[in-house]
């Protein structure tokens, strides 16, 4: 089981920028991915980007690309970088981890762990 504790959230103006990070721990030795999703009030939960844990291979939602960065900085820390944000990108930010290999990045089932998520308010 891997644990996952987001930071970073918080108030921004529209084209600011953010930096999200999530701290991992526990049995990460078989994570094959890790993930970004954010989840807006009634709405459900969207994929924002991932990366492959042992290839330096990443993906977006075509929502953020161009705009959004993620990467690791440490064996056990992801980050998301975000740019140019946007009111639209308001939302409870959740990082996750998942063993599965293959594809479909963008399927939040694909995941096992997550984190409890951070808050992120762009106001115009």
């Known amino acids: 089981q891997v644990q996952l504790v987001e930071s970073g959230g918080g108030l921004v103006q529209a084209g600011g920028s953010l930096r999200l990070s999530c701290a991992a721990s526990?049995?990460?030795?078989?994570?094959?991915?890790m993930g970004w999703f954010r989840q807006a009030p009634g709405k459900e939960r969207e994929f924002v980007a991932a990366?492959?844990?042992?290839?330096?291979?990443t993906y977006y939602s075509d929502s953020v690309k161009g705009r959004f960065t993620i990467s690791r900085d440490s064996a056990r820390t992801v980050n998301l970088q975000m740019d140019s944000l946007k009111p639209e990108d308001s939302a409870v930010y959740f990082c996750?981890?998942?063993?599965?290999?293959?594809?479909?990045?963008?399927?939040?089932?694909?995941?096992?762990?997550w984190g409890q998520g951070t808050q992120v308010t762009v106001s115009s």
């Open positions: 996750a981890a998942r063993r599965e290999s293959g594809g479909d990045y963008y399927k939040s089932e694909r995941y096992n762990s």
């Open positions: 990366l492959r844990w042992t290839e330096p291979r």
């Open positions: 526990g049995f990460i030795y078989d994570t094959y991915a």
